[in-house]
């Protein structure tokens, strides 16, 4: 199950205006507006300059394929480019997110995934597409084949794992929370194969409020995750440390997805009761807030991440 949307109506509009999936890149965020526009060359420019910078490149195509008229200037783009494997792979991504929004056949994103990875065989980037359509819409064991698919192409790709964890942190829910749950297995086996400097450290962290999650959702935690002790046990704590210090010590002021582990982060701080460490960590994080893990357990994720906010920065 993804993470619950915000409410519908104004709290959705909100959330839309306070959420930004483009988080600090500015060039992204400039080549959008140039894409809604029709403006395809700054794209095409943008993912020229991005290279086999695997991470960034994901997080730029996933971001600018959500833009919802992407797809029809893309495909201008292939008309006039027709072998451009930036243009084939933001193809296969666009026609992913509306298949997600049921407005596609996911045959057809199946099928522009597999063409543009044949047009850029080492790059997982239409593997990510993949591994994003099948973990809404296919079986478990394709959402396995897909990740190995990518990491086959980039061993530590970030949003990749974090798919991952999700998935995996919903198997087993209705047993109840389990300290050996095989989701913090693999975010620790994650965290611990990775370069010192990788954010897949904070990986951990993201498994446990993924697991809350789960939980949650299947009525064996309580709905409010500060009091559900979720984050109090030893486990819990020595996991935030270790996350925490890695922070202080590597920071990856570059990754291009640091506010999400940012985020989660400090929601973990946050409801661990450590206060002064949230609110460095809000600091960091200034207006480039996601909704999730904010938004768990279907919550009004703008409220929380905002009540936390001032409550963190309010007690130091």
Not at 57 to 68: D, M
Not at 109 to 116: N, T, V, Y
Not at 161 to 187: I, K, N, Q, S, T
Not at 292 to 312: K, L, Q
Request: charged share 25%; net charge neutral.
């Amino acid at each position: 199950m993804s993470p619950p949307p915000p409410p519908l109506g104004r709290g959705r509009k909100r959330a839309a205006q306070v959420f930004d999936a483009a988080l600090d890149d500015t060039e992204l965020v400039g080549a959008r507006a140039a894409l809604a526009q029709g403006r395809w060359q700054a794209v095409r420019s943008l993912l020229v300059r991005t290279g086999d910078d695997w991470d960034r490149r994901g997080h730029r195509v996933t971001v600018l394929a959500q833009e919802p008229h992407a797809g029809p200037w893309v495909r201008d783009w292939l008309l006039a480019e027709p072998e451009s494997a930036d243009a084939s792979v933001l193809l296969g991504l666009c026609l992913v997110q509306s298949a997600l929004r049921g407005r596609e056949r996911p045959e057809r994103a199946r099928e522009a995934c597999r063409a543009a990875s044949a047009l850029a065989p080492a790059d997982p980037t239409p593997w990510l597409g993949l591994l994003l359509l099948e973990r809404s819409l296919g079986a478990e064991e394709d959402v396995v084949r897909l990740f190995d698919e990518v990491r086959l192409r980039h061993p530590d790709h970030h949003h990749a794992h974090h798919v991952m964890v999700a998935a995996l942190a919903e198997r087993h829910a209705a047993a109840g929370p389990d300290p050996l749950h095989e989701v913090y297995d693999f975010a620790n086996w994650a965290a611990e194969q990775a370069p010192a400097d990788s954010p897949l450290a904070i990986l951990p962290v993201v498994a446990h409020a993924e697991r809350y999650r789960a939980l949650a959702a299947g009525g064996q935690a309580p709905p409010d995750p500060g009091s559900s002790g979720h984050w109090a046990g030893r486990r819990a704590r020595q996991v935030m440390k270790t996350a925490f210090d890695w922070w202080l010590e590597w920071g990856q002021e570059g990754h291009p997805r640091r506010m999400v582990d940012l985020n989660y982060l400090a929601h973990a701080k946050y409801c661990e009761g450590r206060g002064a460490e949230a609110a460095a960590l809000f600091h960091r994080i200034g207006d480039h807030a996601t909704s999730a893990p904010w938004s768990y357990p279907e919550r009004d994720p703008v409220v929380a991440f905002r009540t936390a906010r001032a409550s963190a920065l309010g007690a130091v």
